[in-house]
């Protein structure tokens, strides 16, 4: 596995760590409030995730930019401008797009401000490297942020009602399971994934070690 | 909805529609200070008093804004205002309970990105109400979370001494628990009317 993984401070390495090894959501959980808010279906998911990635890249590049300029003492509070900023950007444009889509996310695109993941990469990443690299960060960030919200959107909305992306799966006999949707649905659910992948993550440490040992 | 009355807003904001059980706001500081009824207690006050405070600015914010047209500043406005807010929240504290302020740690200055906060201010605003009512719903908000927190500290409290599989500890079973806890505050719907 190890000679596919490219190394560390390479381009790639910086759009591919978001995705799976350091994915915001699944192995930092950070970033709960809009996971587990808005993965009730997964096009509230899709969209979701795709605003906060524009705005974790647009305010990296930014505050990368940036990060010679602002004074340390103030830093944080100049990040939050800046995110503050393009997140009323996103909200007018989601506003222009879809009136329902805007509708369904509520508040929670206005709250793409106080997500961690974007704070957090700005205080990180953003502040310490060059722009491209930030660029690239927050791209891959974004992805994984986007990517893990699906796989929550995706379950709660197969279960819940039986649909994925609007469209029938199971047909009309299918029992739809409610509470997937309610909120409740969203800590089982995300509990679920976690444990999911604290198994596999077990296994395959184990695999490895049956490896060297032979 | 401005007419409402003050205790169903209470009520509402504190049970029926809970920030972190029902809207999933604040998740971060649930599943990060609930190891312990005093601290979490303690948060929970702390939230409360930023939340009171951060409510009054946002209503005289919204108020000024719109007077001269500018709601799309409206954000950016709202967030610098809980940011200085906690500041200070954060130099009272230092000031008169040095106690009280070693307990809290860094979770004192982390209230700025509490996102419980923020909406609180944004729903206040998107339902119109009055300067009394704003007051009274942040009480509600801040009570709601201070609840759950307490809640969850104490079922953790007892978690450490139950045996569980390696895999589910930490994050996976704080989650499942919330779920729970969700589902009984459901049982809360029955009151609004």
């Given at each position: 596995m190890s000679a596919t993984v490219p190394g560390p401070g390479s381009p790639a390495d910086d759009l591919l760590r978001g995705l799976w090894r350091e994915n915001p959501v699944f192995v930092q959980v950070l970033g709960m409030c809009p996971?587990?808010?808005?993965?009730?279906?997964?096009?509230?998911?899709?969209?979701?995730?795709?605003?906060?990635?524009?705005?974790?890249?647009?305010?990296?590049?930014?505050?990368?930019?940036?990060?010679?300029?602002?004074?340390?003492?103030?830093?944080?509070?100049?990040?939050?401008?800046?995110?503050?900023?393009?997140?009323?950007?996103?909200?007018?444009?989601?506003?222009?797009?879809?009136?329902?889509?805007?509708?369904?996310?509520?508040?929670?695109?206005?709250?793409?401000?106080?997500?961690?993941?974007?704070?957090?990469?700005?205080?990180?990443?953003?502040?310490?490297?060059?722009?491209?690299?930030?660029?690239?960060?927050?791209?891959?960030m974004g992805l994984g942020f986007t990517l893990a919200l699906l796989c929550l959107g995706g379950v709660r909305e197969l279960l819940g009602s039986g649909s994925l992306f609007g469209i029938g799966v199971f047909g009309s006999q299918f029992e739809p399971w409610t509470v997937m949707l309610l909120p409740s649905g969203g800590f089982f659910t995300l509990g679920a994934w976690l444990l999911a992948i604290a198994w596999w993550r077990r296994r395959r440490e184990a695999g490895a070690r049956v490896q060297e040992a032979n | 909805m401005p007419e409402q009355s003050l205790a169903s807003i209470f009520l509402g904001a504190c049970l029926i529609n809970n920030f972190v059980l029902a809207y999933f706001l604040g998740i971060c500081p649930f599943l990060g200070v609930s190891g312990k009824i005093a601290t979490a207690s303690r948060m929970g006050a702390a939230v409360t008093f930023v939340m009171l405070v951060s409510s009054l600015c946002a209503y005289a914010i919204h108020a000024a804004l719109a007077a001269i047209g500018a709601l799309y500043l409206q954000l950016v406005s709202f967030i610098v205002v809980i940011a200085a807010a906690v500041q200070l929240v954060e130099m009272v504290v230092r000031k008169y309970s040095p106690a009280l302020f070693r307990a809290l740690g860094i979770f004192l200055p982390l209230i700025t990105t509490n996102c419980a906060i923020l909406a609180l201010a944004l729903f206040q605003t998107s339902k119109g109400y009055g300067l009394l009512q704003c007051l009274v719903y942040a009480l509600g908000a801040g009570a709601g979370f201070t609840l759950a927190l307490v809640l969850m500290a104490g079922i953790r409290e007892k978690l450490e001494l139950a045996e569980l599989p390696d895999l589910a500890t930490g994050t996976a079973i704080s989650l499942f628990i919330a779920g729970i806890l969700s589902l009984a505050f459901m049982g809360f719907a029955g009151l609004g009317a």
């Open positions: 996971t587990l808010a808005v993965s009730n279906s997964a096009l509230n998911a899709l969209t979701m995730g795709l605003a906060t990635a524009f705005v974790l890249c647009l305010s990296s590049l930014l505050i990368s930019l940036l990060r010679h300029v602002v004074p340390r003492e103030v830093r944080i509070a100049s990040f939050i401008l800046v995110i503050a900023t393009f997140v009323t950007v996103v909200d007018y444009l989601i506003q222009a797009i879809s009136l329902a889509l805007h509708a369904a996310l509520g508040a929670f695109i206005s709250l793409i401000v106080v997500n961690c993941i974007i704070l957090g990469r700005a205080e990180a990443f953003a502040a310490r490297n060059g722009p491209l690299r930030s660029f690239l960060d927050g791209l891959g | -």
